[in-house]
């Protein structure tokens, strides 16, 4: 499997639900991001979480990091249909030198 | 401050034909990635570069394919004699820093090439 897995592919909910979607990925990290990619459009950057946090929130976004698991989760509360998007979740290698992303999670948010 | 300003949003060339991306980055960032995505999947990384370098061009085919990124003017990633299986949306990031900064990438709107 690639760095940068998500997890599930597809998400479908209803509005007013919660949405979690997961990230797996394999090499050491100094940082893991969270884009946002609407259809036919550009990424939009969601959260950034360094290796050396847990949890970070912004607005209804809350973003988990278990750097043992290499592993990270993004929860959305109270969705809303305009959430209806591609959300990927990409690293900075500590060995590297670029954002490595992954195949991403479709969420549908149903009205 | 503009963001990150990719030109043409839409390109089609012919089969054997040159592809001519730009992409000028945010005011103040002297690092540019080119991402290359096709449907219904994620951003493939194909080069990194700062001014006048390429740092990274690990994701970049051998042949036909070349960024660059001047002192002066945009970053060009320059697609040479394409084919078919170039066609897809081709993503500009730039930053202040490299990733490992913590700090985020901003994206352009990205080109959508087809190749007829």
């Known amino acids: 499997s690639q760095q940068g897995e998500e997890d599930p592919q597809a998400l479908s909910i209803q509005e007013g639900e919660n949405a979690t979607m997961n990230c797996s990925y394999k090499?050491?990290?100094?940082?893991l991001q969270w884009y946002r990619q609407n259809s036919g459009r550009g990424l939009v950057h969601l959260i950034l979480?360094?290796?050396?946090?847990r949890e970070k929130h912004s607005g209804r976004l809350r973003v988990t990091l278990d750097t043992s698991k290499k592993s990270s989760s993004l929860l959305i509360t109270a969705s809303r249909a305009a959430d209806t998007a591609s959300y990927f979740c990409?690293?900075?290698?500590?060995?590297?030198?670029?954002?490595?992303f992954g195949e991403g999670t479709q969420l549908t948010v149903n009205p | 401050n503009a963001g990150v300003m990719q030109n043409p949003r839409h390109l089609v060339r012919r089969r054997g034909q040159e592809a001519r991306l730009r992409c000028s980055p945010m005011?103040?960032?002297?690092?540019v990635y080119w991402y290359r995505q096709l449907p219904e999947e994620g951003l493939k990384f194909m080069v990194y570069?700062?001014?006048?370098?390429?740092?990274?061009e690990s994701g970049m085919p051998k042949e036909r394919f070349s960024a660059e990124f001047p002192k002066e003017g945009p970053s060009i990633l320059r697609i040479q004699q394409v084919v078919r299986g170039d066609s897809a949306a081709y993503f500009c990031?730039?930053?202040?820093?490299?990733?490992?900064?913590?700090?985020?990438?901003?994206f352009g709107q990205g080109t959508r090439l087809t190749v007829v």
């Open positions: 979480i360094r290796s050396n946090e």
């Open positions: 090499t050491s990290i100094n940082n």
């Open positions: 005011k103040g960032h002297s690092h």
């Open positions: 990409a690293t900075a290698e500590t060995s590297g030198s670029r954002l490595t």
């Open positions: 990031a730039s930053s202040p820093n490299q990733p490992g900064g913590n700090t985020e990438a901003f």
């Open positions: 570069l700062q001014k006048e370098n390429i740092i990274d």
